[in-house]
């Protein structure tokens, strides 16, 4: 074909897998519930992790859950989304005649924006942002390995695993070796970290955040890992069409969901004995645990999105995917972009010191309850959007700057059928 071609538009409602729109939406739940644990300003964080020491069981309960099951382990499962969605935007552009060059400059594009959100949500809201991260990630692991053979992106994936591993083990060597005062660098650094949330005066938080957002960017992005292999993983998997073919790989998506879920959850325990105090450790002996909780959450995270593959999967047999449970996910996993944005426009504000500081009226388990409501009004909002054939707003600016065009027409609802995934709901 001409590299004058015109590539086409955004993917249509009637062309996208019910799978990863539904996972998308779900766990836009523990991305809510792992972020506003960040909130509770008024106390200190609890050494390496965000939580606060428990003020009483129900308090216990909750974090012992959260961090079984949910901290380290929501961000892999979007990453892994994100690199899936990354080859499908690509095979779409190239089959409607677009030049591989043209596709890769799309995704270029489209990361570069996804950096430049991710510096807009810091500087405005969240100093947590994962859009930075996954724009960077996109942007060095497409020039690297995106055109890469099959075997090359999964030998590089096991390397980089491997090297995880590795780093895992001499930390938990360390910790059976480190004295038992040892010091409190952990705890402090996670309340540097933060401590733009307590921050009352709306421009030193606003200065303390893009301070912290570089490091969050590159250190998510790329140093830590989890990001780079599973965004690795997810290249060789949308090869396979694994998430718009799942009744062909139900063996390799029960496997996955089963280890991969059971390494997240039995890999978490030891993070969440020590945070609720049942496992005494110093603080420096609880950041020797991170690296095994960040391992076991990149198995959970892809184990995550099996399970739900498996569910769409089911849904789709029975022909159950018009129920409006169901249509309500999906509609915010498609719009996943604006309700990740939404989660930080409802919590900032009011939870925040430099907002009306309501984080330092609640516990741990209030939050949790906070966490779910703000991600309920998410849900409840893009269903209405989806009602009336909208799409998300982030969603519009950001195909209208990747695909460097107007998008006039409505988004319709979905039809029969099952097509290709965005990378981070925003495709």
Known sequence: MS?????????????????????????????????????LWAVPMNGSTAHPVPEGALDSVTQFLIVTAVDSRSYPMFAFLFGYGMVQLARRQEAAGASAREADALLR???????????????????????????????????????????????????????????????LVGLALAPADSGEAAAFSMDTLAAN????????????RLMAWPF??????????????????????????????????????????????????????????AQIGVWELAATQKDMLSMPHMLTGMACGVGYVALIALVAHRLQERGRTGGVVVRA?????????????????LCAPV???????LGAELTSWSMLLFAVGVWLVTVVAAHALERTGRRGPA????????????????????????GTPPGSGAS
């Open 395 to 418: 969603e519009v600016l950001l195909r209208r700057l990747a695909y460097r065009r107007r998008e006039d027409a409505p988004e319709r609802v979905r039809a029969s059928g099952t």
């Open 197 to 208: 949330i307590g921050e009352s005066s709306l421009l030193g938080a606003a200065a303390g």
């Open 351 to 357: 939870l925040a010191a430099w907002g009306l500081g």
């Open 216 to 273: 969050v960017v590159v250190i998510q992005g790329l140093l830590g890992l989890v990001v780079p292999t599973v965004i690795l993983l997810a290249y060789w998997a949308a090869r396979q069409r694994i998430l718009e073919e799942p009744g062909r790989h139900l063996v390799l998506l029960r496997w996955t969901a089963v280890v991969g879920i059971g390494l997240g959850w039995l890999g978490g325990i030891p993070s969440a004995l």
């Open 3 to 39: 590299g004058h071609t015109v590539a086409r538009g955004p993917v249509g409602a009637s062309e996208r897998a019910l799978a990863p729109d539904l996972a998308r939406g779900f766990m836009l739940l523990f991305i809510a519930i792992a972020n506003t644990v960040w909130y």
């Open 109 to 171: 594009r489209r990361n570069l924006w996804l950096l430049a959100f991710g510096f807009a949500h810091a500087l405005l809201l969240w100093m947590g942002d994962v859009l930075g991260a996954y724009g960077l990630a996109g942007l060095v692991l497409g020039w690297l390995f995106f055109r890469r053979r099959s075997t090359t992106i999964l030998v590089w994936a096991g390397v980089l695993t491997w090297l995880m591993v590795m780093l895992a083990g001499v930390s």
């Open 329 to 345: 996910l999906d509609a915010t996993g498609r719009r996943s972009l604006s309700a990740y944005l939404a989660q930080s426009v």
